[in-house]
Every structure is written in structure tokens, then in C-alpha cells.
Nanobody, 120 residues
Framework: QVQVVESGGGLVQPGGSLRLSCAAS????????MGWYRRAPGKQRELVAT??????NYADSVKGRFTISRDNAKNTVNLQMNSLKPEDTAVYYC???????????????WGQGTQVTVSS
């Protein structure tokens, strides 16, 4: 099994910053990519940022404000969020796409989510 645990959410005022962290552990053979998704109240889950083989991808709504980074040796991924807006309020989920063995298929593993609230 693979465990994915997020941390770092909370309440912040508009214009403020937060840093989310995610760690994957357990029976990990290899990781293809890691990323962050979010679900705002009443909306579907959406991609925020991903990092695969060093290449990053961001949702248009967060470009220039959020930065994703990954430590391959530690199987961790971080999301630095600056200039936060009320519309960034959501539950943020960490995603790990990887294998538990050489022969296993790529599988998505998800954390439980961490709440980010941007409000004055």
C-alpha cells in the first residue's frame, strides 16, 4: 500500500501565503509524477499543479502565484502559494502517480485533503 499525507493548510487573509507539503510512503517502487488538485465548495475537483520528470504544469488561475517543487529522494512534493485570493479557497489534495513494483501498472494515490481558506 501507498500512503499519501498532506499538511500545511489553514486560514489566511487575501494576499497572504501558505505552503502545502505532501509525503508519500509505503510500498513505492517508483513515482511517475506528483501533483496538487483542489475542490472548491459546489465545484468539481480541478488540477492545480503537477510535476513530472522535472516538468511543471499549472492551472491558468494559479500561474505566477503558485510554485510546485518535488524532492525525489524523499518522495515529497510542496506547493508554495502566494498572493492568495478568496477563490483559492478549497480542499487541496495531493496526488501521487506511481507503481508498487516493476510489473505493476501506474496507479493514482490520493491524500485525504487539507483545507485552505482565504478570507479576511
Amino acid at each position: 500500500q501507498v500512503q499519501v499525507v498532506e499538511s500545511g493548510g489553514g486560514l489566511v487573509q487575501p494576499g497572504g501565503s501558505l505552503r502545502l507539503s505532501c509525503a508519500a510512503s509505503g510500498n513505492i517502487f517508483s513515482i511517475n509524477g506528483m501533483g496538487w488538485y483542489r475542490r472548491a465548495p459546489g465545484k468539481q475537483r480541478e488540477l492545480v499543479a503537477t510535476i513530472i520528470s522535472g516538468r511543471t504544469n499549472y492551472a491558468d488561475s494559479v500561474k505566477g502565484r503558485f510554485t510546485i517543487s518535488r524532492d525525489n529522494a524523499k518522495n515529497t512534493v510542496n506547493l508554495q502559494m502566494n498572493s492568495l485570493k478568496p477563490e483559492d479557497t478549497a480542499v487541496y489534495y495531493c496526488n501521487v502517480n506511481g507503481r508498487t513494483s516493476w510489473a505493476a501498472k501506474l496507479t493514482d494515490y490520493w491524500g485525504q485533503g487539507t483545507q485552505v481558506t482565504v478570507s479576511s
